[in-house]
Structures are given as C-alpha cells and as structure tokens.
C-alpha cells in the first residue's frame, strides 16, 4: 500500500524532530504529514545535553545554528566532567575529539603509554583539546581559529528542549505539516493485518494515515499499548529507575561552563547543564536505594541557583523496545526506549532511528526487509550505548551505600567483560559494529574511573623514540596555543548566539 499520509504521535523533542526531518521528504511530490500532541498532557520537559551528531542534524536540515542556538538559550558542550564516580572526591572528563591523532597506525593512547612507561609524566589529557578547553572554560570552533595547523574542536550543545520543540515546530509547519491538537483515545488496527489503520481523537475526530510515528514518550501508545511489541528490560545493569528534576537560575554571575556535569552521589547522580540563562538540573536514583524525598533534598543541597520551578518526578524502566519498527509503526525517542540520560544519548538515537527511517522508507508501502533491518541496526546501536553506560556503575572504588556496592559487583554483559580485559592486559579497545563511542570515549571512563592500562600495543615500541617524542611535544604545543586564543565560553556565547532574556 503506498504511503500518502504519515502521522507523528507526539511533540516533544522526538515529535518535532522527525517532523521536521520528514517534512524535506513533501519538496516536489504530495505527501501529507500530520502531528498529534496534546498540550494536556505535555511532553517529559527534559533532555537537554546532546552529543556532536546532533550539530550535524541541524547543517542537514539546513539550521542556522546561532539563530537556533539563541532561540533555545543554547551553549556549547565539550565533554562531560565525571564528579565522584571512581570514588569519592575524584573527577575526571569525557571528551568529545580524540587523545591526539593515530601514529603508526597506532591509536594515540597506546603511544601515550609508551612514552609513560620510558619516563613522560604528562598526563593524557594535555593531548585533548577539548579537555583543556573545558578546564578553562574557553570555546570556540574550529574554523574561528583561520589555521589548519590547529587539532579539530568537537562540540555539541546545550538546549532548552521546549524551546527546541518549539523552533522545530516553526520550521515543520514552514514546509507544510501540519499539526492537530488533541488526545488520541483510541488506536484503530486493521482487523486481518494488523496494521494501525488510524487514531482517534477524544472529542474529536478520526486521523486515518498509512505510516505512524509514535513520539508518545513513556506511554508507547501505539507501538506497545496498540501493537504490544514487549520491551526488554536492563534494570538490573542500569539500576535508576527515578529522576527529580530542578532547573535554577544563574543569577551568581559565573559563566556557563562549557559541558555538562554528571556528580555521583549515593544512590545515583546528578546533572548540571548549562544554558545562558539557567541550569538544567535533575538527580536520577534508584528508588531501592533512595526514597523521592531525600532524592529531592539531595538535589536542591546541590545546585548554583534559586529553583525556577517545581521539583518534577518522573519514572523510567531502563530498555529497550522488541521492535522498533512493527508493521506501519517506528517508535523514536522515550516510546523506542530509555536508557539512562548519562552520556545523553537519547535525542542522538532520536537522530540515528530518523536517519535509518528515512533511508529506508519507501513511499511504496511497508516490506520485511524494512523492519528486519531498521530493528537490528537499532537494537545494536542500543547495545553498544547499554555496555557503555553500565560501564560507568560497574567501574567504581566506591563503597560508601548499598547501591554503589551493588553496582560494582553486579554481573556485566560479557561483551563489557572482554572489552575491559583486553583495556587493562594491553590498551586494547575494537570499535565493532559501528558503535557510537570511540576509542578515546572507553579509554577516558576507564581510565577515568580508575581502569589502568598495564600495557600497550607492542607495536608502539617499534616507532622511532624521538620522532614520537617530537610528535608528542607539538601536539600538547598545539595544544596549549589552541586553548589560550580561545575566548571564555561565557563572551563565545554573548557574541555569536546571545539569548533573548527568559
Ligand atoms: C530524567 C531524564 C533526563 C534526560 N536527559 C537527557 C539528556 O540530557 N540528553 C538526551 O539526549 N536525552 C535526555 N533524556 C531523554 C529525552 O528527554 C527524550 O529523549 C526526549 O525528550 C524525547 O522525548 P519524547 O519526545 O520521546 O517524549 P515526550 O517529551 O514525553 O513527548 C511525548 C509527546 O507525546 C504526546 N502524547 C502522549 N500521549 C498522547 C496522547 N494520548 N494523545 C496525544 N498526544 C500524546 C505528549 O503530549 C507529548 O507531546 C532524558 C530523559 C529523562 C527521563
């Protein structure tokens, strides 16, 4: 059956998102997109830390990235600073961009450890630039410096995710959805297929479409209360299941640091993201551990600024869904599933499930081999971020509570088991299956976390000694010459994307 009318359920960031996305596919040809949300019941309200593949979903809508970034009080991200994770009082930061470039065709941090086991004392992060960057809270890109001498500085941002909805709706509605309010009641299935044929409306009327895009958050409401697709459940590796969240103002004067803090505490964490003109901050816990009381105390003992609304308490089961694509129906965002906002890759798997739709959509109708492919691609990619994140617990000294002492000696997939042993025998990491994080990534929590490296790749003895010296002394050079040109995060901000007042 051709596709003549999709229909997006939800706007909230992943609603708005593939609307936005989609509406590229109505140039030349007629093709009718419509979302559903309901202002009743509203969208989650946070999610406001991206990765770097997000800047790129803006230049592929062809988003002027300092009017968007001044539309939602935007800063930019370089990493994120771990506070209290390998133990208490320790910190450590996860970049973005690599630890200086492969020699050798040897990853750098081999080289690194090398050159440490010969007597080199400086630590790996003077070879980043966007952790020295970070520590000193400068900023800017990689084309404001006009030389291409300079290592690549790699970024995201910091949003307020109602005012990104809200810019992606101008832009959806620009190029012709076109948007129903309403609550659906009801999910119509074709009686022999077993397709959603169409939604209801309370009070209102009926939606019939050929493909549906659940953005229905948490609910799943067309992927699992309609189609019941099942979901698999990771609560014993990711433990939280809770989250109060508490932005505040930033009225003390300090400038946005220029990445998103992620501080331990005894139950689960806290974030810290920084817009122009107020924090972005909530505290995830597991409610075995922590009642939603002392969750909230602990949250408001630690954040900057004066509270700018209520507390807001929410609850999540970390997984996936079965399927992500079930006969006419692609979950994005929370209805696909959740799995920590720790490394704040939600909306990037917002992003990566609207690519792979939209590479594989046919406006012919819905085949096999559509659904096979879109569901394996994704269940990987979850995977991947799943042994990453359960890293974080896993990997710790602590054991001040019960829950750290859980997370430590939890069983971890096998999968994390075999990547952390070939880490600690020789500096080892693969990067399989296309997986989000780099090398750099895994080796910063590790070793951030207290994971040491007892060897290296053999090979890295086998370069010339001085060249590599050499090599080492220009990158930190460049390094250093980078960072102090840059100017502070705080005057980037105010020169290229200020925000109107909120
Ligand atoms: C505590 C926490 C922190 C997070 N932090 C980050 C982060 O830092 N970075 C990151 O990348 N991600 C983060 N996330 C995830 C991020 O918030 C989500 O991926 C993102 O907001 C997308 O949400 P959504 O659009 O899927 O759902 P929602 O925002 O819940 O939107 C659901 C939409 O569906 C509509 N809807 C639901 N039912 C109906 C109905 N019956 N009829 C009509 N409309 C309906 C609602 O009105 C709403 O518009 C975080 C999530 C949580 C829980």
Redesign the pocket.
Known sequence: MAIEHIVI???????WMAAAALSRLRKNRELAITL????E??????????IPPFVDFQTLLEIDESEMLAAVQGSFKLGIQFVNWGNVGESYIHPFGNYGYQMGGLSFHHIWHHAKSRGDNRPIQVFNAETMAAYFGKFAKTDDMKRDDLPPINYAYHIN?TAYAAFLRKYAEARGVVRTE????DVRLDAETGFVTSIALENGPEIAADFFVD?????G?LIEQALETGYEEWTHWLPCNR?V?LPCNRDDGAPPPPF?KATAHKAGWQ?Q?PLQHRNGN?H?YCDAYMSADEATDILIANIAGKPTADPNH?R?ITGRRKKFWNKNVVA????AG?ME?LE???????NTGINKLIALLSLDGVNEAQQASFNRLTAKEYEKIRDFLILHYNATRRDDSDFWNYCRTMSVPDSLTEKVELFKMNGQIFREDDELFTETSWAAVMMGQGISMNGHNAMAATLDQAETHKELDEIEKSIRFLVQHMPAHGDYLARYCPAKAA
């Open positions: 359920v939800g706007g909230g960031t992943a609603g559903v949300e309901s202002e019941i509203g969208t989650v309200g946070v999610g406001e830390a991206t995710a309403g609550k659906v009641a953005c229905t958050g948490f609910r409401l989250a969240a998103t974030w993201v909530g995830v929410l999540f994005l965002g929370l209805a959740f906002p704040s890759t939600s909306i990037h798997l917002i």
